[in-house]
């Protein structure tokens, strides 16, 4: 597979050079200062391209050509918005920029409760406390409903069985500081939103504020509703892909279950098969993140990858691992419930990989990095699958 890694631009501290020197064949990244909901230039995107070649590398994925959310909730404007998504897809596809990767996530990208999880052995991880993101949703957004729905909230077969994260929530209430408050708003909305381009910015004031309007747009939106929005969508943009030769890869929700009152829709194999059934171009195929599937203890990652891959354009490898109460954390690349070997004997070998939310450790705390997103975790992810490809290619000679 080709082996790509997600870049933040010019001012990423992980430098081009420095790619170049651990392998790194493609680059994914997106034109982040472009404002959400405008054009992406024909020109900047050449110039970013050009530098990208300057250093002997190529753009082979855009990550992501975020859809606003007035194409999500159906708003009057959508029409208009969709018809900027289908210049920036013209514009790229001119530059010969052809795999195209988005989500449908309500109002929030991925999500975590903790960016420092500490491991045994001294590295720090990702991770979702079910407690403390009801904590945010009851105490912090304090979202009308939050305490009916995690009330009668499930854990899937298997994981959290008899767990009462109500009980948990206000336990957690009774010891919160604001400090501790502060940081849980910060990881939620800011540290893991921020760089994405998708809502939340760095510097927003007042984010639960802006959260609370962001949310009461979806009022009435249900799975059904947020379906059809996702069809218009692709309908629309399919003739610009055809035309173009452009392939759309849709990012699975992360984590792939239903919060904040808010539909998913790209959770579980039932989900995929409709989106792909509803709109059955080609051109409209997946981001198979094998990290995002394998929270969801209900998704048979490798049994997902055998079905799917046929229109899989991309593929992130990650993998987590679920505790017995249902919380998550990213497991090794060559552990957890993703079996990433194994996925890397499905997909086609032309197909780009990127490896996704490396741990933090020997010193990364220090160099400056986006969440999930650090250098020598990535790096050490990176050689991981590398190993794992060489070894498989060896064996089928
Ligand atoms: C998080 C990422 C996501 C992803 C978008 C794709 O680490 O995997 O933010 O890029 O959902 O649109």
């Known amino acids: 597979m080709e082996k790509t890694w997600r870049w933040f631009g010019r001012t990423d501290k992980i430098t081009l050079p420095m790619l170049r020197q651990i392998g790194v064949e493609g680059i994914v990244t997106a034109l982040h200062d472009v404002p959400l909901g405008e054009v992406w230039p024909r020109e900047a995107i050449r110039d970013l391209r050009e ?17 606003t959310e ?10 208009q918005q ?28 991925w999500a975590r409760t903790d960016l420092l999880h500490p491991n045994d052995d001294g ?17 912090i957004l304090k979202r009308d409903g939050a305490r009916q729905d995690w009330a009668r909230f499930r854990f899937p077969a298997g994981v959290g069985q008899g767990r009462d994260v109500l009980a948990e929530v206000d336990a957690l209430a009774r010891e919160m500081t604001p400090q501790r408050e502060h940081k849980l708003v910060e990881n939620i909305v800011i540290k893991t939103q921020g760089f994405v381009s998708g809502n939340f910015r760095e510097d927003d004031e007042a984010p639960i504020e802006k959260f609370r309007q962001f949310l009461s747009l979806y009022q009435g939106i ?52 409709w989106l792909l059934d509803a709109v059955p171009n080609p051109h409209n195929g997946l981001t198979f993140c094998a990290g995002s599937l394998s929270a969801g203890a209900y998704n048979d990652v490798v049994a997902m ?9 991309f593929v992130h490898l990650r993998s987590c691992h679920i505790f017995p109460n249902g919380d998550f954390t990213e497991a090794s690349h060559l552990g957890g ?15 780009p ?29 990176m050689a991981q699958m590398q190993g794992v490809l060489a070894a498989l290619a060896h064996e089928s000679h």
């Not at 990858?305 to 354009?313: L, V």
């Not at 419930?337 to 197909?351: G, H, M, N, Q, Y």
Request: charged share 25%; with cysteine.
């Open 51 to 67: 530098f990208i070649e300057s250093y002997g590398l190529r753009w082979s994925v855009v990550e992501s050509l975020p859809v």
């Open 70 to 79: 007035t194409i999500k909730y159906g708003g009057p404007d959508r029409d």
């Open 82 to 109: 969709i018809e900027i998504y289908k210049q920036s897809l013209r514009n790229l596809a001119a530059e010969g920029i052809r795999t195209v990767c988005y989500n449908f996530m309500p109002v929030l990208d």
């Open 123 to 139: 590295s720090s991880n990702l991770y979702f406390s079910y407690a403390e993101f009801a904590y945010f949703d009851i105490y």
């Open 222 to 273: 249900d799975k059904a509703s947020l379906r059809e929005n996702m069809k218009y969508f692709l309908q629309a943009i399919m003739p610009v892909c055809d035309e173009c030769d452009i392939n759309m890869c849709v990012h699975p929700d992360d984590p792939p279950i239903e919060i904040l009152g808010l539909p998913r829709i790209v959770r579980t194999a039932d989900d995929i098969r």
């Open 305 to 313: 990858a055998r079905e799917f891959a046929p229109r899989t354009h």
């Open 337 to 351: 419930r993703a079996d990433l070997v194994e996925l890397c004997k499905i997909f086609r070998p032309t197909l």
């Open 353 to 381: 990989f990127r490896v996704d939310h490396g741990r933090t450790m020997l010193g990364d705390e220090t160099r400056g990095y986006n969440a999930g997103y650090s250098f020598l975790g990535r790096m050490y992810a």
